[in-house]
């Protein structure tokens, strides 16, 4: 079960593998984009290449769904990036359901841990897989694998590296349930203060100039390539244009004069930012219904839009 690009390695890993796969459960297809058009999951054109049983249920309660799963009989049910299963589904299988979960379990436990662990400024993430029960991320772990977070790395990156290293590691999960050698542990055996991961929010991806350029780098890395780290610009006029910054770098040991959010820039090759501690040098941002672009491409086409102006 799953839906978006991270599960699709998993599945094909499984394909390949010794293992059965009798059908695939994903989101049912939903309009998408400016022009609303219907656009299929990765999962579900990963399927259809393949001649892989599709299901794409509404709801996961449906009793005729349901029966679909009980007539099928699995040994095992694998969840990767899907939505909170109810217990009547999860408990189908005789093996039990398992979870791909990216981040090293109980840590940033929701939504979007590869988001969260970067812009928190983690020199490490990792994966885990788990025994599904009842609460979202909290059955007992089966395993896990530590994974080294570059500091440029941005969360594109990240989520293309540990897509493939958890296709592997579910696979050593799916062996070891095969050959009975699981030894799961509960999750409060490994508790400390926890971290969050919770969906991200227009309100969170905004940038708070206040914080040091280290932290704002770190929301920007965490936040890019999507949905964007934003800020809003406004002109000595009082007009507002919003902008994402999708890539910077943090100008060691240098100081900008002028309040948090000034700007300064030769309208030809740099951007820099003043941040609550420290400075930011801007590499690649997007105007609000523009395309993404380099500093140096967006100075020469609205660098007029930064003179005299700040972000804030």
Known sequence: MGTPEFAVPSLEAILNSKHEVEAV??????????????????VKIFCEKHDIPLLQPVSL???GFLNIIKGIKPDLMVVVA???????????????????HASLLPQYRGAAPINHAIINGEKQTGLTTFFINNKIDTGNIIKQQVIDIDPEENMGELHDRMKIAGSQLLLETLDAIDNGNVQAITQESVAEKLIPAPK???????????????????????LSPYPGAWTTMIGKDGTENSFKILSAIVVEDTELPGEVGSIETDVKSYIHVKCGTGMLKVNKLQLSGRGAM???????GYGYLLIDNKYE
């Open 25 to 42: 459960v994903t989101a049912p297809d939903k309009p998408a984009g400016r022009g609303r058009k219907i656009a299929f999951s990765d």
């Open 61 to 63: 309660k449906d009793a």
């Open 82 to 100: 899907f939505r909170m299963l109810p217990e009547m589904l999860w408990s189908i299988p005789e093996k039990g359901t398992i979870n791909l």
């Open 200 to 222: 991200l929010s227009r309100e969170t991806t905004r940038i708070d100039w206040n914080k040091t350029a280290e932290q704002i780098n770190n929301q920007i890395r965490g």
């Open 294 to 300: 380099l500093t140096d491409e967006f100075l020469r």
